[in-house]
């Protein structure tokens, strides 16, 4: 079974300040997408990645997929209140099925 | 990408009864999943739905539970049967082309 350890569950910071979450596994993924869930929404895929190594800018966000494809991380800088939400992680253990394995997520709140 | 919508978007039911979910997507894809998610939880996989053949139900899910159609590529339901207060939790569809989209769940209360 592929398991990924999501870190911290809970953040709290202030407006302006950085934030990295964590995403970790003993197991090889083929890919890992990382999702943002508001309240009384579905997530929504913010990226994929694919290649070890590999790093992603999405505006203020950066991405980043491990050099042996077992854990990631989400870094946030300047943090605004709009980024509050639920964030997963979620691996994909490749095959044909798409099956992900999910985090138990890190809730983020960003305040004024 | 994919828009997929889901009906109904909440409802509080009974303990004992049964709610069908039913999931529309815009186009049409070979795999549908559904998602359960309890409260303050991450996203667990109840179900692969592929049309044309049986679902695949995860470990913990049976079919006499949670029963789902998936009449074409474009539609799926999920019904939660016998309903127990620990049911309650939100019900997600996905659907995986290169990347899984999610609709935007349907949360259930059950009294």
């Known amino acids: 079974t592929q398991l990924l350890e999501q870190s911290p569950q809970f953040l709290s910071i202030q407006e302006g300040e950085n934030l990295t979450v964590y995403c970790n596994s003993s197991?090889?993924?083929?890919?890992l997408q990382w999702y943002r869930q508001e309240p009384g929404e579905g997530p929504v895929l913010l990226v994929t990645?694919?290649?070890?190594?590999e790093v992603k800018k999405l505006k203020r966000l950066t991405f980043q997929f491990g050099d042996a494809r077992k854990d990631s991380s989400l870094h946030i800088t300047a943090a605004q209140p709009g980024d509050t939400g639920l964030y997963l992680c979620?691996?994909?253990?490749?095959?044909?099925?798409?099956?992900?394995?999910f985090g138990k997520g890190t809730l983020l709140t960003v305040n004024p | 990408s994919a828009v997929i919508s889901q009906k109904p978007s909440r409802d509080i039911c009974q303990r004992g009864t049964s709610l069908t979910i039913q999931c529309q997507v815009d186009s049409q894809v070979t795999m549908m999943f559904w998602y359960r998610q309890q409260p303050g939880q991450s996203l667990t996989l109840i179900a692969t739905a592929n049309q044309g053949s049986e679902a695949t139900y995860e470990s913990g899910f049976v079919i006499d539970k949670f029963p789902i159609s998936r009449p074409n590529l474009t539609f799926s339901t999920l019904t939660v049967s016998n309903l127990s207060p620990e049911d309650s939790s939100i019900y997600l569809c996905?659907?995986?082309?290169?990347?899984?989209?999610f609709g935007p769940g349907t949360r259930l209360t059950v009294t």
């Open positions: 990645v694919v290649t070890g190594g």
């Open positions: 979620a691996g994909d253990g490749g095959g044909s099925n798409y099956k992900l394995t």
């Open positions: 197991s090889v993924f083929s890919s």
């Open positions: 996905s659907v995986a082309t290169y990347e899984q989209y």
